[in-house]
């Protein structure tokens, strides 16, 4: 029997994930396949109960469902609890626990893809959604000295800190406004979009969130934009003499783990990214110059 895999989202026409975990489940000749499901949040509920048949392994989720669908489930672990979201599901034997592997992905790919370590640095983020406390709860377990949340609603970015404060950091909210960026990003050794700022077929694909002369070339800057892979942010970056990461890294490490929950095999992590990228290559050709 072929098991069944996949990603749940509203809209989902954008994701990869389909693609990098496919060309996994084929390279270590495991029998599935892995599908995109659009799932609107009213029928969230009937699909994830829907899961627990033998022939489903398990899911990616996305937004907007990774706080909806804990509800429908029989258990969450430490990090999805505390994270207050969930971005795997695994089916076992009808049983469904809901996992959060953002934070090990994040981190994984900071320091394999970026080279930086946290501890005892200094770090501005921006944005304060849900991608933002994944963020945070990562880099606050991780020993960072010094949090800055800038986002344009300031009781969300002040949640953020509260929750850096409560763990014993120093952490403060700003607006994000340009001089109160100037003055936050000269001092941070890592700056973390979380926002959609940059992200094609987003609000804002052609914005940045930090314009050149505002980024320090100490710095390392680290887009979760993963579409396209090199944002206006990452290009302004790379101008100033900064270093970059681009969210594709992380993407594809958090498929990682959810694969190796699902299927009890080491991901071949190669295969996923040289498939992620050539995906995302092919998008900016037909997106055009």
Not at 194 to 202: D, L, P, Q, R
Request: net charge negative; with cysteine; glycine share 12%.
């Amino acid at each position: 029997m072929t098991s069944v895999l996949g990603i749940i989202g509203f809209p989902i026409g954008h994701s990869i994930s389909p693609v990098f975990q496919q060309a996994a489940l084929d390279h270590c000749g495991i029998d599935a396949t892995y599908r995109a499901w659009e799932v609107s949040p009213d029928q969230a509920g009937d699909f994830v109960t829907g899961l627990r048949r033998a022939e489903v392994l398990g899911i990616n989720v996305t937004v907007p469902h990774k706080e909806g669908v804990i509800p429908y489930l029989d258990e969450v672990d430490d990090w999805a609890a505390e994270a207050g979201a969930v971005n795997t599901i695994v089916n076992r034997e009808g049983r469904l626990i809901g996992h959060n592997t953002d934070g090990y992905g994040f981190l994984r790919a900071l320091r394999e893809g970026g080279g930086f370590q946290p501890q005892g640095r200094r770090v501005l983020i921006l944005g304060a959604g849900g991608a933002a406390r994944g963020v945070v709860l990562a880099l606050v377990r991780e020993g960072i000295s010094r949090l800055l949340v800038a986002n344009r609603t300031l009781p969300r970015a002040e949640a953020l800190a509260q929750l850096a404060r409560s763990r014993g950091i120093l952490a403060q909210a700003i607006p994000l406004s340009w001089n109160q960026l100037s003055l936050a990003a000269v001092e941070a050794h890592l700056i973390v979009n979380c926002t959609t700022i940059g992200m094609a077929h987003g609000p804002d694909p052609t914005g940045t969130p930090l314009l050149l002369h505002q980024i320090p070339p100490t710095s390392l800057v680290y887009d979760l934009v993963y579409n396209p892979l090199e944002t206006p942010l990452l290009r302004a970056a790379a101008r100033a003499g900064a270093g970059i990461l681009g969210g594709i890294q992380m993407l594809v490490y958090q498929g990682a783990a959810s694969f190796e929950m699902w299927t009890g095999m080491a991901a071949p992590l190669p295969v996923m990214l040289e498939a992620a990228t050539r995906a995302m290559s092919a998008l900016a050709a037909d997106r055009g110059p």
